[in-house]
């Protein structure tokens, strides 16, 4: 039974370029949540999908987008990238009937 | 919004002896209370959680206990062992489980001293 994947593992983009990061649930999970995680920090919520739909979303612009396919897998797309934006982005999968969440490896993005 | 304060940031403690972590919430709508313990270059991985309704739960060297009137919650490790060096961190959401986002307290170095 696989765990939650995330791709890529790093990645390194420049200032005003856009990025895509992808999640896969853990089996039978139906629910993605995305956070950034500053280093040192801890993880911040960006928002979450079930149902392949945005159902909560934390403090982020809009810059800040994303997606759920129809297996459940999911997608966090950044526009216009800044500096700022360089992070480790965690997805973390789980059930909407509450089963704790079980996060993925994560995605390093650093942005020169 | 719901704002989780953490404390200490870091914790040194001897191979053997306990040690405590201690979180606030603001909200007092939070009914979910997870803790994670994150190693060096990996993922958070979930070790205990409790629902508002619990006031103390164990699992083997970990238990966590919840104050619901002062809003706060804490991670108790007995018998420290080496493995347990790690950054834990504490956090709050509405609904249970998987249902809500997690707002999460800045963490707490764990180190454990030979």
């Known amino acids: 039974d696989a765990g939650v994947t995330q791709s890529p593992t790093h990645l390194i983009k420049t200032r005003g370029q856009q990025v895509t990061l992808r999640c896969s649930p853990k089996s039978g999970h139906d629910t993605v949540s995305w956070y950034q995680q500053a280093l040192g920090q801890g993880p911040q919520f960006i928002f979450q999908?079930?149902?392949?739909?945005?159902?909560q979303r934390g403090n982020f612009p809009d810059r800040f987008s994303g997606h759920q396919f129809p297996n459940y897998s999911s997608e966090l797309n950044v526009n216009a990238l800044l500096l700022g934006d360089s992070a480790l982005y965690l997805c973390a999968s789980s059930l909407i009937t509450g089963t704790g969440q079980f996060f993925g490896p994560g995605t390093r993005l650093t942005v020169l | 919004g719901e704002n989780v304060e953490q404390h200490p940031s870091t914790l040194s403690v001897q191979e053997g002896d306990s040690a405590v972590i201690k979180c606030t919430y603001s909200?007092?709508?939070?009914?979910?209370f997870p803790w994670y313990k994150q190693e060096l270059g990996k993922r958070p991985q979930l070790i205990i959680d409790?629902?508002?309704?619990?006031g103390e739960k164990k699992d083997q060297r970990i238990a966590v206990t919840l104050n619901k009137t002062a809003k706060h919650f804490s991670l108790h490790i007995t018998e420290t062992q080496p493995e347990d060096s790690a950054v834990y961190f504490c956090?709050?959401?509405?609904?249970?489980?998987?249902?809500?986002?997690?707002?999460f307290g800045k963490g707490t170095h764990l180190i454990i001293q030979p």
């Open positions: 956090a709050a959401s509405l609904a249970g489980g998987g249902a809500d986002g997690l707002t």
């Open positions: 409790i629902r508002s309704n619990v």
């Open positions: 999908y079930y149902e392949e739909e945005e159902r």
């Open positions: 909200d007092s709508a939070s009914n979910y």
